[in-house]
């Protein structure tokens, strides 16, 4: 029989995993809840097991998962702390934990270098240079993530409760949030306070939607938001890494709002995290003799 491995990346949204072999092939996946470590350790884990468990039935396989080998890409694996925590709670045989930026930055450029742009619920950024791998950002929504989802979804609130006192113009895109909440800002306070990267990364879209409407607030969040990125990109793209790659759930969105110089240097990902969680998994697993069935 084919031994498998499981591939796995925990996103601030969701999380996914995908069930491969040697040959590459992937029979099964799973989808789950979101797994960012940092803000919800139970709910990571909890999502964490039921993605791989999820991928173990897709393939038709009915083994315990305390005989699998699993390569996790995670938000928030760049905090030693987290990570140790995490993986005395999870029942896989063997466990490497990386960073959602590694295994986005193997699945989008494969073999080739360049610099990848990761930006859904969290953001990050990553560069490829032969075998090393240089991150950047991706230090979490309390301090960093800026351009993420989350971010955006936060300065929405935070600019229509400045236009509710009169501080701050008020506009369509305000006045759609403030309806959401009853016309109440205290609603809007509780709502966010405590609140999850994920919670206000789900206005993200409702941003874009009204920018690309003219709408003067929604316009200016995402122009801001869209240097950041251009700032993070500038950071990365050197002479020998002309090529980029933006991956994650607001990469179309950003697009056409970033620098002209970064849109000339797009090329389409050769896949996605997931595919780069499984390759990687694969590598660590499947190619080193260790195999089982």
Known sequence: MTAHVIGIDGGGTSCRAALTGRDGVVSGTGKS???????????????????????????????????????LGLAGANMDASVEALRGRLPFRRCEIESDALIAVHGALGEADGVVAIIGTGAVFAAKQGSSVRTIGGWGFVVGDQGSGAALGQELMRRTLLAHDGVGPASDVTGRLFSEFGGEPQKVVAYAHGAPPGAFARYAPMV???????????????VEAAGQIDAFIDA????????????????????????????ARIVP???????????????RFLMTGDVRV
């Open 33 to 71: 809840g979101a797994a960012n470590i940092l803000t919800d350790m139970n709910g990571g884990v909890r999502h964490i097991i039921e993605a791989a468990q999820r991928a173990c039935d897709d393939a038709g396989l009915r083994g315990e998962l305390s005989s699998m080998d699993v390569l």
């Open 208 to 222: 874009f939607e009204y920018a690309q409407r003219n709408d003067p607030v929604a316009t200016a969040i995402i």
């Open 236 to 263: 990365m793209v050197g002479t020998e890494l002309q090529r980029l790659c933006l991956l994650g759930g607001l990469a179309g969105p950003y697009e056409p709002w970033l620098a002209d110089k970064h849109r």
């Open 269 to 283: 990902a050769q896949g996605d995290a997931l595919d780069g969680a499984a390759q990687l998994a694969r590598q």
